[in-house]
T-cell receptor, first 113, second 109 residues
Framework: NAGVTQTPKFRILKIGQSMTLQCTQDMNHNYMYWYRQDPGMGLKLIYYSVGAGITDKGEVPNGYNVSRSTTEDFPLRLELAAPSQTSVYFC????????????FGPGTRLTVT | KNEVEQSPQNLTAQEGEFITINCSYSVGISALHWLQQHPGGGIVSLFMLSSGKKKHGRLIATINIQEKHSSLHITASHPRDSAVYICAVDERGADGLTFGKGTHLIIQP
C-alpha cells in the first residue's frame, strides 16, 4: 500500500493564481482531512470529508474548496492565492472519525509571492 | 474548543538521556495522539491512547484522563530520535484533530 500520497511536493504561486493540491489514499478510508501547518503553530483543519460526496468546513476554510467524488481522492482547491496561504499542507485519512489513527501524506510546501 | 499545550517547546539532550515531553488539554476527549515529524516534514503516528499507558520499543506514552494530561517518554535517547513531537486530541463530538504546537527535540551524540 502506498498509504496517503500528495502532489506536488513543492509549488510557488503568484498572488491571484489558482491551483489544486492532490491527495489520494489506497486504504479505503472513509474519513479524509486537509490541514495546514504554519511555522510555530499547530496544524489546523481546513476541510474534512466523511465519505464520497460529503464534505464540511474545518477551522480555517476561507480561500479553499474541496470535493470528494471518490473514496480515494480528496483534492484541495486554492482560488485567488494570497500570501497568507503560504504554508505546508497535509492530507490525512482515517478509518472513521474518532478513536482511529490518522495517516498523513508527505505534505505540500506552498509559497505564494 | 480544546486548548492543547505542550512543554517544553524545545529540548536539547545528550544521547542516552531519559526524555519526557508533556501535553495538557482543556476539554474532555475521545483519544490523544502522539505524532512524530522529522526534518523534511513527514508526520508519523506514534501512539493513540484513551487511557493508561502504551509502550513501543523505547517510547512510552501515558495519559491521565482526570488530570487531562499526557506524557511521552523516550528511554536511552538516540540522535535519530531528533524530531518534532506533536500532541493532538480527538475531541468528543468533533471531527479532525486539535494539535499542540509541538516539541522540538534534539539529541546530541
Amino acid at each position: 500500500n502506498a498509504g496517503v500520497t500528495q502532489t506536488p511536493k513543492f509549488r510557488i504561486l503568484k498572488i491571484g493564481q489558482s491551483m489544486t493540491l492532490q491527495c489520494t489514499q489506497d486504504m479505503n478510508h472513509n474519513y479524509m482531512y486537509w490541514y495546514r501547518q504554519d511555522p510555530g503553530m499547530g496544524l489546523k483543519l481546513i476541510y474534512y470529508s466523511v465519505g464520497a460526496g460529503i464534505t464540511d468546513k474545518g477551522e480555517v476554510p476561507n480561500g479553499y474548496n474541496v470535493s470528494r467524488s471518490t473514496t480515494e481522492d480528496f483534492p484541495l482547491r486554492l482560488e485567488l492565492a494570497a500570501p497568507s496561504q503560504t504554508s505546508v499542507y497535509f492530507c490525512a485519512s482515517s478509518e472513521t472519525g474518532q478513536v482511529y489513527e490518522q495517516y498523513f501524506g508527505p505534505g505540500t510546501r506552498l509559497t505564494v509571492t | 474548543k480544546n486548548e492543547v499545550e505542550q512543554s517544553p517547546q524545545n529540548l536539547t539532550a545528550q544521547e542516552g538521556e531519559f526524555i519526557t515531553i508533556n501535553c495538557s488539554y482543556s476539554v474532555g476527549i475521545s483519544a490523544l495522539h502522539w505524532l512524530q515529524q522529522h526534518p523534511g516534514g513527514g508526520i508519523v503516528s506514534l501512539f493513540m491512547l484513551s487511557s493508561g499507558k502504551k509502550k513501543h520499543g523505547r517510547l512510552i506514552a501515558t495519559i491521565n484522563i482526570q488530570e487531562k494530561h499526557s506524557s511521552l517518554h523516550i528511554t536511552a535517547s538516540h540522535p535519530r530520535d531528533s524530531a518534532v513531537y506533536i500532541c493532538a486530541v480527538d475531541e468528543r463530538g468533533a471531527d479532525g484533530l486539535t494539535f499542540g504546537k509541538g516539541t522540538h527535540l534534539i539529541i546530541q551524540p
